[in-house]
């Protein structure tokens, strides 16, 4: 059974940084596809930044510039390096993970940025 963990998330300020981690397990397979979604309360899910195996990249706009995504293919594992957050990016962050085309979350992690 796969599962997806996150950890990482927390209290930050304005202005600071903070880095997201997302272990998978229950499988020997590595995923297509790896990344990050966020929703903020009472606001859809949203996107935020995804990772192919083969290495290329998509972010929100806007996010582009600020966070980074980078995985270890063979852990399974993806990160969310996120710089100069700003309190809109308040969110639940969800790990997200494809494999043959079934698609897989984490619980999420709070991360919550004060003004």
């Known amino acids: 059974q796969v599962q997806l963990v996150e950890s990482g998330g927390g209290l930050v300020q304005a202005g600071g940084s903070q880095r997201l981690s997302c272990v998978a397990s229950?499988?020997?397979?590595?995923?297509?596809?790896m990344g990050w979604y966020r929703q903020a309360p009472g606001k859809q899910r949203e996107l935020v930044a995804t990772?192919?195996?083969?290495?290329?990249?998509n972010y929100a706009d806007s996010v582009k510039g600020r966070f980074t995504i980078s995985r270890d293919t063979a852990e399974n594992t993806v990160y969310l390096q996120m710089n100069s957050l700003k309190p809109e990016d308040t969110a639940v962050y969800y790990c997200?993970?494809?494999?043959?085309?079934?698609?897989?979350w984490g619980q999420g992690t709070q991360v919550t940025v004060s003004s």
């Open positions: 229950g499988t020997r397979f590595r995923f297509n596809v």
């Open positions: 997200n993970a494809v494999l043959m085309a079934r698609s897989y």
């Open positions: 990772m192919q195996t083969v290495g290329s990249t």
